[in-house]
């Protein structure tokens, strides 16, 4: 029985707690909480109790308390989902006390936290695990094995299109994801997931990266905010509300984590997309290159009317294509946001409207194209793949013909795409990954 300690208490830690109370109880137990906000450590304990937890001798406090809380609850692993910019330092200040650690992605923000983690590794000797849920989708993991088979050749380049609709993407506006600071901006908080998924899809280690992009829709600056009428600077208030607005009280996890616990440390969830203070891009574009030789266009948009992503391989011997529509449209009817999904069938929505699904179509240079069933490995999640993830987090990784555990290298490899971009964005040149001193290799 491993004893895990928790690092953050937002709503991405429950994932992790479900499963220490669910399906990996018989090898998992917590021993500890640490959270800036105590109001959402007791939120937590409240639902592990109602599962049928004993929580009676779960240490709970703040990040100041860490190295104590670790030592007297006989933490051996430590689970982190506190924001991005902490991190670093909950991560290497774990590793310090002699804990191995899984935490979500990004592993970090920039270089110099990179090389601090590296360097925490080295000397401990204890293992990271970042916990990249893409891979294990099966539409992902059926790619990977089109690419892995040889089938469509060596892999020359990479077109990567990726698109939040304005019920997900605005949602970073609203949070402290609006703040660069914290997050790094979309290019590493988000656009991790995407870039470690090209690194493991293809292969490969990038080389150099050269980005475009900007606040260009949300933000006091933008267009979108300087034609809208006066609004509030918040989304939870009676009267009228705007599509891009979030009332807390519309969600029951969402007000009992947030807007109930607001009076602790003054964290507001619901900000206003249109505000001052975004400083993180909503449109971004990238040319990578990879050790291989092999190129990558890719793109993010974070006010897309619909959501998904379309990743197209081209190969000396043929080309592969996975599109992917997650939810078709957003739509805005009787002062309510109508998010579509693939039960919807409102006639009010016009043809064109995209369907809801997912497509991995092979072609080899002179024959037909051929549709890849993607299969559903179970209940839950990314088509089940959240489940395939955990066991491999709590249980212990099996032996995976597609590599989808991840460890630290895996998530600075990730990290590097958008640590090199934002430099990029800022001096108008390429960067690689070498000048900045990233640790890309074992």
Not at 323 to 340: N, T, Y
Request: charged share 25%.
């Amino acid at each position: 029985m491993t004893k895990y300690a928790q690092i953050g208490c937002g709503h991405r830690a429950q994932m992790y707690l479900d499963a220490i109370a669910g399906d990996h109880k018989d090898v998992a137990t917590l021993v500890a909480m640490i959270d800036t906000n105590p109001g959402r450590i007791e939120v937590h304990r409240a639902t592990l109790a109602a599962k049928g937890l004993d929580v009676s001798s779960i240490l709970t406090g703040g990040p100041d308390d860490l190295e104590a809380i670790l030592a007297e609850s006989g933490a051996e692993r430590v689970i982190v989902t506190s924001p991005d910019y902490t991190h670093a330092d909950m991560i290497c200040r774990s590793l310090e006390a002699g804990c191995d650690i899984v935490t979500e992605k990004p592993l970090t923000i920039n270089s110099g936290a990179a090389k601090r983690i590296a360097d925490a590794v080295e000397e401990t000797g204890h293992k990271v695990v970042v916990t990249f849920n893409y891979r294990y989708s099966p539409r992902n993991s059926a790619l990977k094995e089109v690419i892995a088979s040889g089938e469509i050749g060596e892999v020359t380049s990479v077109t990567f299109e990726w698109v939040l609709d304005t019920a997900h993407g605005a949602d970073y506006f609203r949070r402290w994801h609006r703040s660069k600071a914290n997050c790094g901006g979309l290019l590493i908080h988000k656009a991790s997931h995407h870039f470690d998924l090209v690194n493991w899809w293809i292969n490969d280690v990038p080389a150099r990266v050269y980005a475009s992009g900007g606040v260009k829709f949300y933000g006091s600056r933008s267009s979108t905010a300087k034609a809208l009428p006066p609004h509030s600077p918040r989304g939870t208030h009676d009267g009228a509300h705007s599509p891009f607005e979030l009332d807390l009280r519309n969600d029951p996890r969402l007000k009992e984590l947030y807007l109930d616990q607001e009076h602790y440390d003054g964290y507001l969830r619901d900000q206003d997309v249109f505000a001052e203070g975004v400083t993180t891009e909503d449109n971004l574009s990238l040319v990578v290159d990879y050790r291989s030789g092999a190129s990558m266009s890719y793109s993010l948009n974070a006010h897309s009317p619909w959501e998904g992503y379309r990743m197209c391989v081209n190969g000396t011997l043929g080309r592969a294509e996975l599109m992917v529509v997650e939810r078709s449209g957003v739509l805005f009817k009787d002062d309510k946001v109508e998010v579509l999904d693939p039960s919807y069938s409102g006639s009010d929505v016009d043809d064109t409207v995209r369907p809801v699904g997912e497509h991995l179509i092979v072609q080899k240079h002179f024959a037909l194209a051929e549709e890849r069933p993607i299969p559903e490995v179970g209940p839950g999640g990314h088509g089940g793949g959240d489940a395939l993830l955990l066991k491999d987090v709590f249980v212990g990784p099996s032996d995976d013909p597609l590599g989808r555990p991840s460890d630290w290298i895996d998530g600075v490899r990730a990290i590097a795409v958008g640590i090199c971009g934002n430099v990029s964005l800022v001096e108008g040149r390429p960067v690689t990954p070498e000048e900045l001193g990233l640790p890309l290799d074992r």
